[in-house]
């Protein structure tokens, strides 16, 4: 099994940044892919970044290309997602995933393991 941990959500103005990571335990072996995912109330859970086990590759949705940024540490079994130039409708809470697959999926469905999420709120 693998456990995922978020952490550094916040409240924060528009035009802000904020960091957040996901810590991984357990079988961090079996981890491929790492994603974020975010869900504000009332909507569905949307897929907003996924990068590869080596980092190289990345992929992010439209909504927030150009503002924010997947990374990870494989030393430290941690991935970041470095958000810039907040706005009021990135507020929601965001998720970290993990799939043993190597390929970068974009549907919550491929994603074996979740994280219990962090609270992102962009003030306007």
């Known amino acids: 099994q693998v456990q995922l941990v978020e952490s550094g959500g916040g409240l924060v103005q528009a035009g802000g940044s904020l960091r957040l990571s996901c810590a991984a335990s357990?079988?961090?072996?079996?981890?491929?892919?790492m994603g974020w995912f975010r869900q504000a109330p009332g909507k569905e859970r949307e897929f907003v970044a996924a990068i590869s086990r080596s980092g190289d590759s990345t992929y992010t949705a439209d909504s927030v290309k150009g503002r924010f940024t997947s990374s990870r540490d494989n030393a430290k079994n941690t991935m970041y997602l470095q958000m810039n130039s907040l706005k009021f409708e990135d507020t929601a809470v965001y998720y970290c995933?993990?799939?043993?697959?190597?390929?970068?999926?974009?549907?919550?469905?491929?994603?074996?393991?979740w994280g219990q999420g962090t609270q992102v709120t962009v003030s306007s």
């Open positions: 357990g079988r961090t072996f079996s981890i491929g892919t």
């Open positions: 995933a993990a799939t043993p697959e190597r390929v970068l999926p974009t549907l919550s469905g491929e994603y074996a393991y």
